[in-house]
């Protein structure tokens, strides 16, 4: 069997919302990316009373606290653009979260389509089968590594949705200062520690909608921030959802996302998050 480590699934700061991902985000999809990986955890202080009071705008803004209280689970249907070295790779994605640790994504792209399961017992790639024999790539259903597992497990804890619902956690913790522009918006700095993943969020004081999330992330040039810009928001079932989202690494555009389909609390086969059985001969 091929040796996997290279194979990584990333969660985006979208994990969280990357609207492919879905909350998508970008930020929302979970899509894979070899090459990079999310820095290593950093501890968290205490929350400050500022930073509770601009997370409880985020709460109202996404659609109030009792609403968000009943998303156990989302289903996104999205349209990812990413940009390459070979140039702009389309990808439609299919992403499902339950609260809190399972996640499963299909991936099509062109001329091919895979899958990741994560769940707190598995977590697998199916990999698509490639038709030239010279390509020596690994088949079907294969086993990701357990650091890899643990890793996403964690990002997901980031997700908007998710971390509006621990707000009272202890191991969630908000604190607020200053602000920076978005567009022609005096947004307002909200820096996230969700049980160790650390974001920040960049809020509209007027709406509470997050306008942008920022982090870093380990690339194979060295460690960079991406930047995911959320916009065109739209209410499904009580919950406020960004349509739209554009993706920078390092200062440059590296990608675009738009949701075709928001679902809350859809109907979830629990044989998604179960690794596919091959039969005799299919390794």
């Known amino acids: 069997m091929a040796n996997l480590k290279t194979l990584k699934v990333k969660t985006s700061l979208i994990g969280a919302f990357l ?14 990316a070899p090459e990079s990986r999310r820095q290593e955890k950093q501890e968290g202080g205490a929350s400050t009373p500022e930073g509770k009071a601009l997370l409880a705008k985020v709460v109202e803004g996404l659609g109030g606290e009792t609403n968000l209280r009943s998303v156990r689970s989302t289903r996104t249907k999205s349209h990812l653009l990413t940009r390459t070295f070979m140039g702009d790779v389309p990808r439609e994605i299919e992403k499902v979260f339950v609260f809190p640790d399972r996640l499963w ?3 099509v792209m062109p001329g091919s389509k895979m899958s990741v399961g994560i769940s707190s017992v598995a977590a697998f790639i199916n990999l698509p089968t490639v038709k030239d024999d010279s390509i020596k790539m690994p088949k079907g259903p294969v086993d990701l590594p357990a650091s890899q597992k643990e890793e996403t497990l964690r990002e997901l804890k980031s997700d908007p949705l998710f971390v509006a619902q621990h707000g009272h956690d202890p191991k969630f913790t908000f604190s607020a200062g200053g602000s920076q522009k978005v567009g022609e918006v005096e947004a307002k700095i909200l820096d996230v520690n969700a049980d160790g993943v650390v974001v920040r969020w960049l809020i509209d004081p007027h709406t509470g909608q997050i306008l942008r999330i920022s982090g870093h992330v380990l690339w194979t040039g060295g460690p960079g921030e991406q930047v995911i810009d959320l916009d065109d928001w739209k209410i499904v079932q009580g919950i406020s959802v960004p349509f739209k989202a554009t993706i920078a690494h390092g200062g440059q555009p590296s990608g675009w996302v738009e949701i075709k389909e928001f679902e809350i609390n859809p109907r979830v086969d629990p044989k998604l998050f179960e690794k596919p059985k091959v039969g005799p001969g299919k390794e």
Not at 19 to 32: E, I, N
């Open 105 to 107: 994504e299909e991936v």
């Open 19 to 32: 609207l492919a991902l879905a909350f998508a985000v970008c930020a929302s999809a979970v899509h894979l």
